[in-house]
């Protein structure tokens, strides 16, 4: 029985000369023709070199200095932020910075309700690195019903003084709709001067409205923002 004719070869197929020409031909692999830089003779380093040792050891100097024996940090300033704010109510004396200040209205308080005078702590116990006011003098405390809150500025600022800081600077900031404290400013700035025992000059007092907005600007409240700069003696 004759067979079929195959559809395919598996004959290989000659090469064109083309081709055999190419496959003749060394295998060179792709070099780029771009010089590499050299770096010009001013001898400039490629890198970065490690600081000098010298800085290390300052560094090393300047912690331990910072360090103190009980292992807490000794700065040579701390900065501290208060704020306080009480309602406005007939029948109470308005205490400012230790003054007593003429008004139909004063702060409803624990104690005597020296929205400046508290501020003014809480600031330096938060410079501190210590508990608001509310912790070391609690309203609930009898002790302190009615207290003058010259009490609590003397108490800031020896515990301020035992951790070895003075002021360097305060300022600070009242805000009320009335009574104006224009006349008064010169008397309570000199007032807290003297309980913080700095010089007036880096004592600061600012007063302004609340142009009749919320509370603030109805009279029925009154506000103090305060920034202290303790410096390490």
């Known amino acids: 029985m004759a067979m079929a ?3 395919y070869s598996c004959k290989p197929i000659p090469a064109s000369k083309s081709t055999a020409r190419l496959s003749l031909l060394p295998f060179r692999p792709a070099v780029s023709t771009t010089k590499p830089y050299i770096a010009p003779s001013s001898n400039l380093p490629l890198r970065a070199k490690s600081a000098p040792r010298i800085y290390a050891t300052a560094a090393a100097g300047v912690e331990s200095e910072r360090t103190s024996s009980s292992g807490s940090k000794t700065l040579p300033f701390r900065v501290g932020h208060g704020f306080d704010l009480h309602r406005l ?3 109470y004396p308005l205490i400012i910075g ?4 003429p008004h139909d209205r004063g702060c409803e308080a624990h104690s005597d309700g020296d929205v400046l005078l508290h501020c003014v702590v809480d600031a330096i116990l938060g410079a501190l690195g210590l508990p608001d006011i509310g912790q070391i003098f ?4 009898p002790k302190w019903k009615g207290a003058a809150s010259s009490v609590f500025v003397k108490e800031a600022v020896r515990l301020m003084h035992e951790a070895g800081y003075e002021i360097g600077n305060l300022d600070a900031t009242l805000i009320l709709q009335r009574p104006k404290l224009s ?4 008397n309570i700035r ?5 309980l913080l025992g700095a010089d007036p000059s ?3 007092l600012k007063a302004k409205t609340h142009e009749k907005v919320d509370s603030l600007g109805q009279n029925r409240s009154i506000a103090a923002h305060t920034v202290v700069l303790l410096m390490k003696k």
């Open 98 to 101: 230790g003054i007593d200040i």
């Open 190 to 194: 000199a007032n807290l001067s003297h």
């Open 183 to 186: 006349p008064h400013k010169e």
């Open 5 to 7: 004719a195959p559809l």
């Open 138 to 141: 609690p309203d609930n405390d």
């Open 202 to 204: 880096v004592v600061n």
């Open 89 to 91: 109510e007939p029948g």
